[in-house]
């Protein structure tokens, strides 16, 4: 762990991007294991959700039986730690991979949430936009004998959502002009708006370094972070629980759980800034 610490404290400034594994503590499961590679079921691509009625059920069963533990999720250590850091004034800036919302809940001010949030959803007609929540009622109100049957399915349980029958699910359209929801989120086969990415590369190019925590950067949404970074000889610090697709690129890499570590380095700050205090008493 020291050295990854002594590294963070070496700096100020640091883009934090963040990833599923942050988040699993909370309940939220991830769809990679320590290898980087799917232990579950390939999600959805934004194409297919468009063009195939029989994927957009499949979407659908799936979001219901998740959102109940998106939802209900809390933030965990590692959120809050990354607050007291902003707080503190060692983050530029905290770009999430991750849809659940929950460094806002944590208390984050300076928040990127790169592939969207799960907790709004779009017409894709009109533009219309509602909450996630209100949607799960809707779900509940037109595919009762459904809703009955997810009930039991724990976080990590793919096996029953896929056995559950979701051909005759009822999926609700807009309530304005009848048109297609969808969660306002980045689908695997859609792009990150370019507004956005603009808004993190200038945060980037305003950071001393950058921290990954909790992702495998799989993803090149994610792991073109590092390659920016890389560019600007700025270096890169990673904090996961297994392989990342960064490896070869960072200065330091920690394999271990995001929150003691987080917090650990929240402690030597507040540590050292209590010992300045003292040395200007003195």
Known sequence: MKPLLDLLMSQSDWLVLTGAGISAPSGIPTYRNSEGK???????????????????????????AGWKFIGAAEPNIAHLALVKLEQIGVISGLVTQNVDGLHDKAGSKVVIDLHGRADTVLCLD??????RQRLQDLFKKYNPSFFDRVQGIMPNDD????????????????????????????FFGDVVPRRKLDLCMDIMNLSSGLLVVGSSLQVFSGYRFCIWARKQGKPIALLCNGDTRADHLAIEKLRADCGPVLRHWMQLLNTRNSLDEIDKLI
Request: aromatic share 10%; proline share 5%; with cysteine.
């Open 159 to 186: 096996a029953d959502i896929d056995n559950l029958d979701f051909s005759s699910l009822i999926i609700p359209r807009c309530s304005l002009c009848g048109g297609l929801l969808k969660p306002d989120v980045v």
């Open 126 to 131: 009109c533009g219309d936009s509602q909450s």
């Open 38 to 64: 799917w232990k579950r079921k390939s999600p959805v691509t934004y194409q297919e959700f468009l063009s195939n009625e029989t994927s957009r059920r499949q979407f659908w069963a799936r979001n219901i």
